[in-house]
């Protein structure tokens, strides 16, 4: 079975720039959740999408972040515009729920590694 | 008090030994518990959960967890080198009408052979 996909697993570009991160979740998931991973911070939500519906984006640092889920296999996180402090693993994790928030496991993708110089 | 905490760590265990890693966490609601394992430059993926006290066992490793006292533990017996990892507490809060999953800092295990 495919695991949940993340595109790109590497991005380097210069503060100002717009990033783009994709993510396909495990067919059959309906909670999509986007988080960042930095070393001082661990890994710290920043939304989560419930049936392809935005339900918690209070992690979201700023407006500067976005995030969509048009349909049940894609969504994207966009950075606009892009800061040096933006510089983290972004992942990708999907799971399955009947409710807004699911107890199931989440499963993870591969992140994305994400540097603004 | 921070909603889920981790021993800073880091731990080194030799192999052979039982290693052991706990949690603490804020939220008496809580009712889902997760230990997730990443190694470096990985994701994380999940080796246990547990929603009931008490202990689960699974080969190796045992979740415990004890929510009187607000903490959750893993167990890791027979610690192979191959466990060298950090591994994460995770628990579901709930925050103003909703829940989420919170994430511990991580412990960082080494086994040494």
């Known amino acids: 079975d495919a695991g949940v996909i993340q595109s790109p697993r590497h991005e380097v570009t210069e503060m100002g720039q717009e990033v783009t991160l994709r993510c396909k979740p495990i067919s059959g998931h309906n909670s999509l959740f986007w988080y960042r991973q930095t070393m001082m911070r661990g890994l710290e939500l920043l939304i989560y999408f419930n049936n392809n519906v935005p339900i918690d984006d209070s992690g979201m640092p700023e407006d500067r972040f976005s995030a969509k889920m048009p349909n049940a296999s894609f969504s994207t996180l966009k950075i606009q515009p892009s800061e040096p402090r933006d510089s983290a693993v972004y992942f990708c994790?999907?799971?399955?729920?009947?409710?807004?928030?699911?107890?199931?496991?989440?499963?993870f993708g591969d992140g994305t590694r994400l540097s603004i110089l | 008090q921070k909603e889920v905490e981790q021993n800073s760590g880091p731990l080194s265990v030799p192999e052979g030994a039982i290693a052991s890693l706990n949690c603490t966490y804020s939220d008496r609601g809580s009712q889902s518990f997760f230990w997730y394992r990443q190694y470096s430059g990985k994701s994380p993926e999940l080796i246990m959960s547990?929603?009931?006290?008490g202990d689960k066992e699974d080969g190796r490793f045992t979740a415990q967890l004890n929510k009187a006292s607000q903490y959750v533990s893993l167990l890791i017996r027979d610690s192979q080198p191959s466990d060298s990892a950090t591994y994460l507490c995770?628990?579901?809060?709930?925050?103003?009408?909703?829940?989420?999953?919170?994430f511990g800092k991580g412990m960082k295990l080494t086994v040494n052979p």
């Open positions: 994790a999907s799971t399955f729920g009947d409710s807004s928030y699911s107890n199931q496991p989440q499963h």
């Open positions: 995770a628990v579901n809060i709930f925050h103003g009408g909703s829940e989420k999953l919170v």
């Open positions: 547990i929603y009931s006290n």
